[in-house]
Structure formats: structure tokens, C-alpha cells
């Protein structure tokens, strides 16, 4: 059972905690952190989400990511994801945006990296496949039906300052 703190919509605990897979009661929130990879290049890393994963598999996503259990901030959870969804060992993150859905708040980060593009490593479970794009491949790709659209439009204001 992996346990989340839970939040207000303010991004204050709200002293109590929630468990993945139930349902998150109306005004709190979990925490959940994504990370663009863009390498030294200018390249994009677009992560394949596996086929058995209950929201949007098959999809590609320029984003490590997920949830912050009990104790994680979001820096630390976007350091944890990336290094396990994709093997990169990050030394510095900047955060790039913070949006509210209905019951999660996001915290989207941009990794730069110079890391070998053949090492990244993929996740039993969370992700099938990764892709390099070059800027202009990706700003067509995010376009596609392949790609996770609820993810370009978290990122979307971010995503505008580099077009």
C-alpha cells in the first residue's frame, strides 16, 4: 500500500494521509512531480508509458514522473522518478511550472543533461520504450495522437517560452 500526504489546494499539508487507489476526498490533494528531460543537445527524451498502466498506456510523454509518498517533497520525488524511470542521474532541476486538477497538484520540472542517450534504462511496469527528438520533431510529435495531451497542456506555458 504506498501512502500519500495529503494537501490543501494552497500546497499546505493537510495532516492527514492518502492511500493510492482510493478515492481522494473533496478539497485535498496528492503531489505529484514531472520532470522534461532535454539533453545538452537540444534533444528531447519522450518516455513510452507501458501498456498495462490504467491511465493512458501506450502513450508518450516528455516527462519522468509520479506521485510523493508520505515525507517527499516534490524536488526530492522528481529526483526519485527520473533516476527510476529512466536511469538519469540528475545534480540540479528548475522548476518550470505548478498547476491544480481536480485532486493533484503538479509540479513540473526540466532536467538538462549530457548523459549518454543510449544508457537510459526503462521501468518494469511504467515505461516500454523512450524516444530522442530533435525541438522541431517534438513540437510535431506532441501534436499526435501518440503523445499524452493532458501532460502538453500542464507543461503548455513552459513549452510556449521554448517554440
Known sequence: MELWDAYREDGTLADCNLVRG???PDGLFHLVSEIIVRHEDGMFLLMQRDLIKPNFPGLYVASAG???????RPYDTAIRELR???????PKLEQIYR?????????????KTNC??????????????Y??????????????DKYMQSHKERAS??????R
Not at 485532486?103 to 513540473?108: E, S, V
Not at 549518454?116 to 516500454?128: F, P, R, V, Y
Open 66 to 72: 509520479g506521485s510523493a509518498v508520505v515525507g517527499e
Open 84 to 90: 527510476e524511470e529512466t536511469g538519469i542521474e540528475a
Open 131 to 144: 524516444l530522442w527528438l530533435t525541438k522541431e520533431e517534438f513540437f510535431k510529435f506532441i501534436e499526435s
Open 116 to 129: 549518454n542517450k543510449d544508457s537510459i534504462t526503462l521501468q518494469k511496469g511504467e515505461t516500454i520504450s
Open 22 to 24: 482510493e478515492v481522494i
Open 99 to 111: 498547476c491544480t486538477s481536480k485532486d493533484t497538484i503538479y509540479y513540473g520540472y526540466l532536467c
Open 157 to 162: 506555458e513552459y513549452l510556449d517560452t521554448i
